[in-house]
């Protein structure tokens, strides 16, 4: 069974632009979690998505947001990019009725 | 508000000793869960254990075992007889509220290098 799949990999951005990162959960999994790693704060939740519908936010400014698509795949945007924006955000996937992440490998976000 | 604290920051053991990553944490809620995961230098997490607030019953798993105390708010995780294959940051985690609750908080991690 494949695994949490995030793409890209990696993203060099510019202050003021916009970027857009992409999700494929486990097949089967339906609940699609986003959170921010960095050096200094850690790991801290972004949003949950379920069934196409947001059910949880983390206290994010709203430049960040999120999607989920038909087929339980997310992705999330970040607009008016800033340096602090830099850092690793990790995509999680759970079964339904079932509290268990499992994560995939991360988009390492560079602004410059 | 949920806290999760992990207070050793690093360790540094060799390898075959024993080594345990201290994890304390706050919620006002009754029903919650606790995880810890493992983060290689790759990046990706990887789940290791779930544990629901009303069994506190202690796991081990191959040379893996965890002590959830509630009286102490610990759940404290155990590598025995430790190997290189080890060395990584290891996080605690608490999920607040039942099982429809994903949002994770996480501790600040515990980086644990293994030396041959």
């Known amino acids: 069974k494949a695994g949490v799949t995030q793409t890209p990999r990696y993203l060099i951005k510019t202050r003021g632009q916009q970027v857009t990162l992409s999700c494929s959960p486990i097949s089967g999994h339906r609940s699609v979690s986003w959170y921010q790693q960095t050096p200094g704060q850690g790991l801290q939740f972004l949003f949950e998505?379920?069934?196409?519908?947001?059910?949880n936010k983390g206290n994010f400014p709203g430049r960040f947001s999120g999607r989920q698509f038909s087929n339980s795949r997310s992705e999330m945007n970040v607009s008016t990019l800033e340096l602090g924006d830099s850092a690793l955000y990790l995509c999680?996937?759970?079964?339904?009725?079932?509290?268990?992440?499992?994560f995939g490998s991360g988009t390492q976000l560079s602004v410059l | 508000a949920q806290k999760v604290t992990q207070a050793q920051t690093e360790i540094s053991v060799v390898e075959k000793e024993d080594v345990t990553l201290d994890c304390v944490y706050e919620?006002?809620?009754?029903?919650?869960?606790l995880f810890w995961y493992k983060q290689p230098p790759s990046g990706e997490l990887v789940f290791l254990i779930r544990?629901?607030?009303?069994?506190?019953q202690n796991e081990i798993s191959g040379r893996y075992s965890w002590n959830f105390q509630k009286s102490t708010s610990s759940f404290n995780f155990t590598i025995t007889a430790s190997q290189v294959v080890d060395s990584a940051v290891y996080f605690c985690?608490?999920?607040?509220?039942?099982?429809?609750?994903?949002?994770?908080?996480f501790g600040k991690g515990t980086l644990l290098t293994v030396n041959p």
């Open positions: 985690a608490l999920s607040e509220g039942g099982g429809s609750n994903y949002k994770l908080t």
């Open positions: 919620t006002r809620d009754t029903t919650y869960y």
């Open positions: 999680a996937s759970s079964p339904p009725g079932r509290v268990g992440l499992f």
């Open positions: 544990r629901n607030s009303f069994d506190e």
């Open positions: 998505y379920f069934s196409e519908t947001q059910r």
